[in-house]
């Protein structure tokens, strides 16, 4: 393959992820007449919302469904769900995702068991400028254990976040000792009421963070300890102010996610939930065989317990790795694209919203490179599907030439009823996110990151 290739070739754009939005994002760019690959690591469409398929989101389908992907769809004999309906992840899989990529123009762009290892511009580094934005960008793909490079001309990163989960460490790191009981210890949202029953009935059970996935742990655990009143549910966060921990109730204009707080603050407030906050995790060691003794410090100096397994809902980070050969503006905290930082950084910022945002923000010294998605929130926990699909109509248009559609960005979502004015003034200390769940949903808490439950 010719090293010089130059844009002016008819290169294809590349999606990287075969998720909701990377999806959306083919769906425009195929709307546009623009020729498109996407690359999926998994075996199939939306891999990551494959593993949380009992989830119920929180949001019903009139938020979760992209314009150009209904267009695409409606070229079928595609039945449109209820919009009114909260999907679980798998419906949304069965539903939506998996008629929209058997549409045989998306179906001819999918690549699976394809994953990007690498992206770099044509026969320069990351140091070299010159002549930099006629180069094409180069995807080095790893598919069945084969290495092979392709050429393109802009790259949409839709990778999301769900394989990276933060640590339980209060420090962003794992706590000494971890490796040794890690196999007593799960990252994400385990079917705690299904096919994961058995590994927490009757048991106790350490549940970490402050997000709405916690929240979907704790009551899931407490469905099982009516079953199994043996069970016992020992809830950590680090948070100080638990004024907006539980979410904004009946204020919250997605119903669903309002009252999943409310039921979770009746449940400590009963004393079925053992709450230990705040609360830094230091330390983990196996005691015995099978349980874990855990070592930390609250306010009262401190303290050790054992529990027989723990469920981390802490939130993901993105894999910024493939990213290392070419510019790109991160912001140094949250790792989101730095422009958005300022509008969800969850230090500043409660609320589930965000302002309007297309190619503008999302746009790095990397010219013709985007990153959308759960991915462009880094860790910030407050991403919905609806943001994403705005996302990816704008930078479509810009790809496509089109910079007045680009630029004309507009999204409505839905408030969470807390916002940051709202806290009290005895909650100085960091205002709890109220974070949708993504794919574990919502960073504090995916890829796919659209309310979940």
């Known amino acids: 393959m010719n090293n010089n290739t130059e844009l002016s070739e008819p290169l294809p754009v590349a999606v990287i992820g075969a998720g909701p939005i ?33 989830v119920r989101m929180f949001s019903p389908w009139k938020f ?10 409606q070229q079928s004999d595609w039945s449109e769900p209820d919009p009114e309906h909260l999907p679980t992840g798998g419906e949304l899989i069965a539903d939506y995702l998996t008629p929209l990529a058997q549409v045989p123009a998306m179906a001819k762009c ?51 976040t769900w394989n990276q989960p933060n640590p339980m460490g209060s420090n962003g790191l794992h706590p000494i000792g971890e490796e040794q009981v890690r196999d007593l210890i799960d990252y994400g949202i385990p079917d705690i009421r299904g096919c994961a029953r058995e590994k927490y009935q009757n048991r106790s059970v350490l ?3 402050s997000g709405h996935s916690s929240f979907t742990g704790v009551l899931d655990l407490l469905e099982v300890k009516k079953e199994a009143p043996a069970t016992q549910i020992i809830w950590v966060m680090r948070k100080a102010c638990l004024d907006q921990v539980f979410g904004g109730g009946a204020n919250d204009a997605l119903p669903a996610r309002g009252e999943m707080g409310l039921r979770a603050k009746a449940a400590v407030d009963r004393g079925d939930v053992e709450l230990i906050t705040p609360f830094e995790i230091q330390q983990l060691a196996a005691q015995g065989d099978q349980q874990i003794q855990v070592s930390g410090s609250g306010p009262d100096g401190e303290r050790s317990f054992t529990v027989d397994r723990a469920i981390v809902k802490t939130g993901f980070r993105p894999n910024l790795a493939m990213l290392r050969e070419i510019r790109v503006e991160i912001d140094p905290a949250l790792e989101s694209v730095r422009a958005l930082a300022p509008l969800i950084d969850p230090n500043e910022h409660s609320c589930g919203s965000v302002p309007p945002h297309g190619a503008r923000e999302l746009t790095h010294p990397e010219s013709g490179f985007y990153i959308v998605g759960m991915k462009s929130y880094g860790r910030a926990p407050t991403f919905l599907l609806a943001t994403g699909h705005e996302q990816v109509r704008s930078v479509v248009a810009e790809i496509a030439g089109d910079h007045e559609a680009a630029a004309n960005v507009e999204l409505e979502l839905p408030e969470t009823g807390v916002c940051s004015q709202d806290a009290a003034p005895s909650c100085s200390a960091e205002p709890a996110p109220t974070s949708c769940c993504s794919a574990e949903p919502a960073a504090d808490e995916g890829e796919t990151s659209a309310c979940c439950r």
Do not use: C, M, P, Y
């Open 64 to 73: 979760n469904i992209d314009s150009a992907a209904r267009r695409l769809l």
């Open 22 to 54: 990377g999806l959306a994002a083919a769906a425009h760019l195929l709307e546009r007449g623009e020729s498109v690959v996407v690359f999926e690591a998994g075996a199939s469409i939306a891999h990551s919302v494959s593993q949380w398929a009992h």
């Open 110 to 160: 999918l690549r699976f068991d394809s994953k990007v290892l690498a992206i770099s511009r044509r026969g320069l580094d990351k140091v070299r400028t010159r002549g930099r934005a006629d180069r094409a960008f180069t995807l080095r793909i790893e598919q069945n254990g084969e290495l092979e490079e392709r050429a393109f001309k802009s790259v949409i990163d839709a990778s999301g």
């Open 207 to 209: 549940v970490v963070g």
